[in-house]
């Protein structure tokens, strides 16, 4: 469903379970990040009705997320550490096309949103199948619906509003340039590291 050209090593869950609060403080800033870039989708669109209230939804949700990763990190007695560089975002962040008209711009928002999403989606099946802890391997799976959630929700907005723009076809553009992107990752107790 997701389309992802390359899977996450397994053995990445070896290297994720050998620092669990890493794992966890990186995953709690992925989740601020992604209701931040929501945020800033609804601010650069706020024309799309839909669009916004969806979006909001998200936020929240991702709020939400961001706040049960840290109820975690405070159960187990970690601190939530600084907010952490996410390289794989910046790599994918260079793909999108800055010099295009607003609409290009939307969808090319839309479509990074989605790819972030669906990676981040595969990496928690791959977790909530992999890890040997119980809890974060229920904790993953839930995530994982939800990120397939979102992702549905970035991509069908792309679709509905890029009409006069090949949508499926600069989806298939991503989908081969995240394929590159991501034969550096795999390496780190990160969630897209």
Known sequence: MLGLKLET?????????SNIEEILTDHAWCEQKAASNAITIITLNSEYTD???DLLLLAQEELE???????IIKKRGYKLGRERKDSYVNELYKFMNK????LQCM????????MIEARSCERFKLLSKEIKDPELSKFYHDLMISEAGHYTTFIGFARKYGKDIDVDKRWKEL???????IKN???AETIHG
């Open 185 to 187: 990752y795999g390496k």
């Open 51 to 53: 669009l916004v209230t």
């Open 65 to 71: 997320h961001f706040q049960m990763v840290h109820d």
């Open 175 to 181: 989908v081969e340039f995240e394929s590159i992107v």
């Open 99 to 102: 010099g295009g008209n607003r």
């Open 9 to 17: 090593d397994p053995r990445w869950v070896n290297i994720v379970e």
């Open 107 to 114: 969808v090319d928002r839309l479509l990074f949103s989605a």
